[in-house]
């Protein structure tokens, strides 16, 4: 279920991006949803769905852009691991 979960979650983040903070900016700045995304599930939900969004999210938006494959799946693996780690450590998010 929480499989699921992660997928309508990184499946609306990735359609609302670039569907519509592509061509809307406030303050001249694109916001970036799918890092909203994957710091969630990297804080509150495992380190599988985690890594999964992470990696959805990115090859999704790897497979828009067309140049420079595979640097945002980098990016956003990196920013899991990163909150999964600080899970571990001992960060809380209550």
Known sequence: MKAVLAVIAVL???I???GLFGHVRPWGVMPNLMLLVVIFFGVYGSATSALGAAILGGFLLDNLSGTDFGLRTAFYSVVALGAIAGRQLGMRAD
Do not use: E, G, L, R
């Open 12 to 14: 609306s983040a990735f």
């Open 16 to 18: 609302v991006q670039a």
